[in-house]
């Protein structure tokens, strides 16, 4: 019972912080694994669940979706789904042991992208974009680590699209969506026929970030200080990661 309530509080903060500004991923991930759900199930199930939420992003950023003769739509679906399946099988044959110790290094690398997303991006508008063979594996690097692990993806992806020279921030947005909706499917297809989903606790968790997704989209407009809750999320990321760090020691 303890279990299936962490879990359920976990979909549902973790709802309502990738409504607002991202890191569910942070909570959602583990949650699973203190439930006592393997660690390479455990990142297979909170990628899964992911999905719901990207799709409504992408819906709601339907309009602006297009993309550049730098990276025509079939190359970039292409090239998405190849590094998601990539990743979704480098995850399988991970030892479940090898990914828990993996998984600080993972947390802390998502936690300072976070962090330092805004910056980043703002720098890599200002470079000159990547020509079409280097865009596409810069864009399969990127797909193989969503493939792997879906922490911090959003900004990778959002860097990948400055970079390959997209410079409209609701375009990129769209796109980002569009890719992790492509990425998250093909590695959840890979990942239930290889019978790693924790279907038991998928539901529960899905179910409550889909409510969670509802609430944060509710309280985003009363949110002045968004600052502060990013800060929140960075604060909580770092706090997971000395928690996995002890846990192997």
């Known amino acids: 019972m303890i279990d299936i309530l962490l879990v359920l509080v976990a979909g549902l903060l973790g709802g309502m912080l990738n409504a607002v500004a991202g890191g569910g991923t942070f909570l959602t991930l583990p949650a699973l694994i203190f439930a006592g759900v393997p660690a390479v199930s455990a990142n297979a199930t909170a990628t899964l669940c992911a999905l719901p939420g990207y799709v409504s992003s992408v819906w709601a950023y339907r309009r602006d979706l297009h993309t550049t003769a730098n990276m025509p739509a079939l190359r970039m679906i292409a090239v998405s ?10 995850l399988l044959i991970t030892p479940n042991d090898t990914f828990l110790i993996a998984v600080p290094g993972l947390m802390a690398l998502a936690t300072l992208l976070f962090a330092g997303g805004p910056q980043l991006i703002r720098r890599l508008l200002a470079r000159d974009m990547l020509a079409p063979t280097g865009a596409a594996i810069a864009l399969l690097l990127v797909s193989i680590y969503g493939g792997y692990f879906n922490g911090g993806l959003g900004i990778m ?3 990948v699209l400055g970079l390959i020279g997209y410079t409209d921030l609701h375009a990129m947005n769209g796109l980002k969506n569009a890719l992790s ?12 026929l290889a019978g790693v989903i924790a279907w038991d606790y998928a539901a529960l968790l899905a179910g409550a970030m889909v409510a969670g997704g509802f609430l944060g989209a509710h309280f ?16 909580v990321g770092l706090v ?9 020691f």
């Open 81 to 90: 789904a190849l590094g998601g399946l990539l990743g979704a099988g480098l």
């Open 157 to 159: 992806l959002l860097a």
């Open 181 to 192: 909706v492509l990425l998250s499917l093909v590695s959840a297809v890979t990942y239930a």
């Open 220 to 235: 985003a407009r009363r949110i002045r200080n968004t600052a502060r809750l990013k800060q929140f999320i960075v604060l």
């Open 240 to 248: 997971m990661t000395v928690i996995f760090t002890v846990r192997l």
